[in-house]
Each structure stands twice: as structure tokens, then as C-alpha cells.
């Protein structure tokens, strides 16, 4: 039988990594957006969806899918669960009817900016103790780890 000794090898502090620290202070702005998008009945994920679709006056779902860079099935389910909720409409093309274009209602359109407010409020709560100048540091060094590693997919959990 052969003992399972464990290595002597020296092994990285969990909070000594960058992604650590990142994921932590991601997981509680992203938890606090959620909580406080509960009284509109939308979800983080229908907030991407309804925020990459406003101020255009439709879009295929095939498009909304690229912009997200969800699947289309999964563009497809939250557009559905917007249909329920009212807040989109889909109609089928006229030149093409295996294609549909999506917009937002009325209703939806007066939403998003209220949702937006609530985005920002959400920000300014986590960054508040940051410079200007440190938050714009920490923005653009966000982003040039997204452009260096040619991440798409916006977040939605």
C-alpha cells in the first residue's frame, strides 16, 4: 500500500491572486445589483438584455445574441421571458418569415432607465471609496485585460 503524503511543495496564499480579489469584490457588486433589481421583477440578465436593446428600434435575436455574446438559445429563453413580462415584443419578418426582429414595448422602454439609475447607484455605493482617478485606473486596467485576452461575453450572472 503506498502513503499519500502531501507535497512539501510550497503552494500560493487563495489571497494572494489578482482573480481572487476580483471575483470577491464582483460576486458582492453583482449580489447587491440583483437584490436591488428584485422590486422591478427583472434579473440581471434581462437588465443586459433590455439595457443592449434600448435606443435601437429592433433587432433580430440573432444580433442581440452577438452583441451579448450569450447563445443564441439563451438570448432566445430571455427574450421569451421578456415576452411574458411585456417588456419586448417579436415580430416576423416581412421579406423573410424565418427570421424576427425584437423591440421594446412602451413599457419597457420607460423601464430601462429607471434600471440604469439603479446600475449607478449600485457603482457609486461599491466605488464610492475609490479617487475618480483610481476608478478610472482601475476601468482601463479592466479593459485592457479584456481586450488582451479578446473577452466578449458580457456578464450576466
Known sequence: MTSTKPSTQALSDLKQHAGFWLRFVSNHVSHAFARKLLSSGVTVAEWVVLREMYGRDEMPPSV?????????GAAS???DRLLGK????RQDRTDDRRFQDIALTPTGRRLVPSLAALADRN???FFAPLSEKERET???TLKKIVRAHRLHKLPTE
Do not use: I, S
Open 64 to 72: 442581440l445574441a452577438d452583441r451579448t455574446g450569450m447563445t443564441r
Open 77 to 79: 429563453k430571455l427574450v
Open 138 to 140: 482601475l476601468v482601463a
Open 123 to 125: 457603482d457609486e455605493q
Open 86 to 89: 411585456q417588456l419586448v415584443t
